[in-house]
């Protein structure tokens, strides 16, 4: 095993990746409990849509683990779970099973461009100092999102959007708590700090009567029965529906290249020219695991950024995604258990990963504006818009047309210019409002 995961190479050990893959598991553990959620508002049986996210997580988690060796979890994406049911199901009336045959011909179209080695092409066409706004605006995403979980950032009123929240709240207290915890433990070089805050702001939560021990530790997985293999591939044959699949495509299409980068630079695994070796075998890992997973019944599946609170435990190889894994599979029969864990103690180690993730901004060149403004507003747009497609879109974008006009272009790669394509594409067929 040690071998095959190449421990000596990275400097890691069965400790360290097994903290950093429980630590992962951990703070995305709640897509077991959300992403059936968001789904059942399209009308997917809730019950089977939680064995469908686990399973589809787990081989997504072990195509990572033993073809691509790398420490970053798969499961089915926030964003694109979304779009299905409130835009296409809801929005547009189309069934859920024609959503989940648009998702089918994505993931199809994701295997085929990564066999093709197209898609990692197009990633090692992106400029150093767009992988390295990556990086930093998926660690402050990942903050905003945190601080929002906690209850110390809410929604506030029109010309203030947002505000302090209630730091009077047991939760919030008990967070803020957490935080200055694994802080310090990070400031003493604790192995295993984020997991460390984690468990120990849950068990306090749970002894103050916060957070309810649950009523079963053990229950059987649901059904898959309901939605296995239920999706409409002829119902997507209509011309109505390209927009859907195109956007489904390219939500997922730069949320995993934006994602693999980010981290990838956070775990110090790319090249001394800002690529990461063997791209292709993470995404390719992310692409079977999209196709399959409409098949069980859910939306797209990809690499997940709260991966980052893995690789700052540590995590550097596939043992890493073995574990998280492993633990989602375990929760087919336990997720009373690992869905206890709350957003207050959780979203403690997403708020720690914006000081970890940061780092890059010193890669940017703050002197030459026609590269600082792309980066710039990859990392604003992504939290102020609370999307990284967007924000990857507008960086992509923005990239090629500053750099034409300001007399520039031979930096601009080919690559470049096919993804400010895409990138435009993207913009013209979401849906507005």
């Known amino acids: ?86 835009v296409v199901v809801k929005g547009m009336g189309y069934s859920w099973q024609i959503a989940l045959g648009a998702v089918f011909w994505a993931g199809l179209a994701f295997l085929l461009l990564t066999l093709f080695k197209v898609r990692s092409w197009l990633a090692a066409s992106i400029p150093l100092s767009l992988k390295a706004s990556f990086a930093v605006g998926i660690g402050l995403f990942l903050t905003f999102i945190g601080l929002n979980e906690v209850g110390l950032v809410v929604l506030g009123v029109p010309g203030a959007p947002v505000r302090l929240g209630n730091i009077a709240q047991p939760t919030v207290l008990l967070a803020i708590g957490g935080f200055l915890l694994t802080a310090v433990l990070f400031a003493r070089r604790v192995n295993g700090a984020l997991l460390y805050g984690i468990g120990i702001t849950t068990l306090a939560s749970v002894l103050l009567g916060i957070t309810p021990l649950p009523d079963r530790l053990v229950s059987l997985p649901p059904s898959l029965a309901p939605i296995l293999f239920k999706l409409d591939i002829a119902g997507t044959l209509q011309p109505g529906i390209f927009p859907v699949v195109l956007v489904i495509f390219m939500m997922a299409f730069l949320d995993t290249i934006g994602t693999l980068l980010g981290l990838s630079m956070r775990a110090d695994l790319l090249d001394k020219d800002g690529n990461l070796p063997e791209i292709e075998r993470p995404m390719l890992a992310d692409a079977v695991a999209t196709t399959i997973a409409p098949l069980l019944g859910t939306t797209t599946t990809g690499a997940y950024i709260e991966s980052a609170t893995g690789i700052a435990a540590g995590g550097r190889t596939g043992f890493t995604a073995l574990v998280v894994g492993g633990l989602f599979g375990l929760s087919l029969f336990f997720a009373p258990l690992f869905t206890m864990v709350p957003a207050h103690a959780y979203g403690i180690a997403l708020i720690v990963i914006g000081a970890l993730m940061i780092q890059p901004v010193t890669r940017l060149d703050f002197d030459d504006f026609s590269e600082l403004i792309p980066a710039f507003l990859t990392i604003a747009l992504m939290i102020f818009t609370y999307n990284i497609g967007v924000g990857m879109t507008a960086g992509l974008l923005s990239y090629p047309l500053i750099k034409l006009c300001t007399g520039r272009v031979r930096e601009v790669s080919a690559g470049m210019w096919v993804l400010a394509l895409l990138s435009l594409t993207f913009f013209i067929f979401m849906p507005k409002g």
């Not at 979890?73 to 299905?84: D, G, K, Q, R």
């Open 1 to 86: 095993m040690k071998s095959f995961f190449q421990f000596e190479r990275y400097h890691t050990s069965y400790r360290q990746e097994t903290l950093a893959g429980v630590t992962t598991f951990l703070t995305m553990a709640y897509i077991i409990v959300v992403n059936p959620a968001i789904l059942a508002v399209a009308g997917i049986p809730k019950e089977a849509q939680v064995t469908a996210t686990i399973l589809a997580a787990v081989i997504g988690c072990l195509v990572m683990a033993f073809w691509a060796k790398r420490p970053f979890a798969i499961a089915p994406y926030m964003s694109e779970n979304a779009f299905v049911a409130f």
